[in-house]
T-cell receptor
Framework: NAGVTQTPKFRVLKTGQSMTLLCAQD?????MYWYRQDPGMGLRLIHY???????AKGEVPDGYNVSRLKKQNFLLGLESAAPSQTSVYFC???????????FGPGTRLTVL | RKEVEQDPGPFNVPEGATVAFNCTYS??????FFWYRQDCRKEPKLLMS???SGNEDGRFTAQLNRASQYISLLIRDSKLSDSATYLC?????????????FGRGTSLIVHP
């Protein structure tokens, strides 16, 4: 039981490049989330999903897209990376009714 | 007013001390409340759920005050290993989904 995994762990991009971050969970959770964490800002919700095939915007969705084609996977895409997207990205999953979230180890992204 | 507010600290306490953190929230319809612990450069991990009746887990006690819209975390007999950032999380129902909001975290440093 791996819990929540994220790939890659680290990535350096140049401005304008694209990439996809992968989150996978093996706990059969319905809810999945993508957050970014910046110094002094706490975790901010980018997008979330309440089930396979559904996604919704969070607090800071601009510049990101997501897809949830399979229940266990939640992908975060950056179509044209900007230096402002340099951050640590965390994925999480949870289930109703407890709403307790389980986090992946994070992806450290630097955009030059 | 921010949705979820915490004193960022740092709280600098000696081993064995008792320390308390508060977290205020603005949405009276909030439903679930949690404390997470985050170590430097690691993912957040659930410390405790917070129930209306209050709950205790060893040296940790969490309480919820719905009337005043705050939750608290009390740590007794602080250990060096308690040094971390403590994140308050409040979840509200929105359009059939449950949306979590994180506070920015309170930093605790326990010294010998």
């Amino acid at each position: 039981n791996a819990g929540v995994t994220q790939t890659p762990k680290f990535r350096v991009l140049k401005t304008g490049q694209s990439m996809t971050l992968l989150c996978a969970q093996d706990m059969n959770h319905e809810y999945m989330y993508w957050y970014r964490q910046d110094p002094g800002m706490g975790l901010r919700l980018i997008h979330y999903s309440v089930g396979e095939g559904t996604t919704a915007k969070g607090e800071v969705p601009d510049g990101y897209n997501v897809s949830r084609l399979k229940k266990q996977n939640f992908l975060l895409g950056l179509e044209s990376a900007a230096p402002s997207q340099t951050s640590v990205y965390f994925c999480a999953s949870s289930y109703y009714p407890t709403n307790e979230q389980f986090f992946g180890p994070g992806t450290r992204l630097t955009v030059l | 007013r921010k949705e979820v507010e915490q004193d960022p600290g740092p709280f600098n306490v000696p081993e064995g001390a008792t320390v308390a953190f508060n977290c205020t929230y603005s949405n009276s319809a909030s439903q679930s409340f949690f404390w997470y612990r985050q170590d430097c450069r690691k993912e957040p991990k659930l410390l405790m759920s917070v129930y209306s009746s209050g709950n205790e887990d060893g040296r940790f006690t969490a309480q919820l005050n719905r009337a005043s819209q705050y939750i608290s975390l009390l740590i007794r007999d602080s250990k060096l290993s308690d040094s971390a950032t403590y994140l308050c999380v409040v979840t509200k129902a929105s359009g059939g989904s449950y949306i979590p909001t994180f506070g920015r975290g309170t930093s605790l440093i326990v010294h010998p």
